[in-house]
């Protein structure tokens, strides 16, 4: 339970910052389809879903991902999952004028943004590895 309300924390945490950078319309949602793949490419919702459900994509993760039997299988769907964030927010990025423009203006916002990213996957990734002891 512990790592499900560390994921969901650290999920709010992602969610509201890629949120701040998106500058209500006028910043880039890079950050958001890094944080919530699936969840911020959802048409004609805006970025609400993003919003409620993204933290409780995190806390899945944290959960569940660490619980599976074998090693292997853990690694494999983690690594496909974590490629996936990185893969759309990296093509949105490359497509959209407006992260150009933050890269400009909101440099520190952007960093800090990845910076805690990256911790996140990285503690994702520990827990998966060393996996839970049923």
């Known amino acids: 339970m512990l790592r ?4 969901l924390g650290i ?3 992602l969610i509201i910052w890629s949120f701040g950078l998106g500058g ?3 910043g880039t949602y890079a950050p958001m389809a890094l944080t919530c793949p699936p969840i911020a490419l959802i ?6 879903p993003a919003l409620l459900l993204g933290p409780f994509l995190w ?3 944290f959960q569940f991902l660490p619980k599976m039997q074998r090693k292997q299988t853990r690694l494999t769907i983690t690594i496909a999952l974590l490629a996936t ?4 927010g990296t093509w949105l990025a ?7 423009r933050a890269m400009v203006q909101e440099m520190g916002g952007l960093l800090i943004f990845g910076l805690i990213l ?3 996957m990285t503690c994702l990734l520990y827990f998966v590895a060393r996996g839970v002891k049923s």
């Not at 499900?4 to 994921?7: H, P, W």
């Not at 048409?43 to 609400?48: D, E, I, S, T």
């Not at 964030?85 to 759309?88: G, R």
């Open 94 to 100: 490359l497509e959209d004028s407006a992260f150009t």
């Open 11 to 13: 999920g709010f945490i």
């Open 24 to 26: 209500i319309g006028h």
């Open 4 to 7: 499900f309300f560390l994921g």
């Open 43 to 48: 048409p004609f919702w805006g970025a609400w």
């Open 59 to 61: 806390a899945s993760y």
């Open 85 to 88: 964030h990185l893969l759309t």
């Open 118 to 120: 990256g911790m996140t």
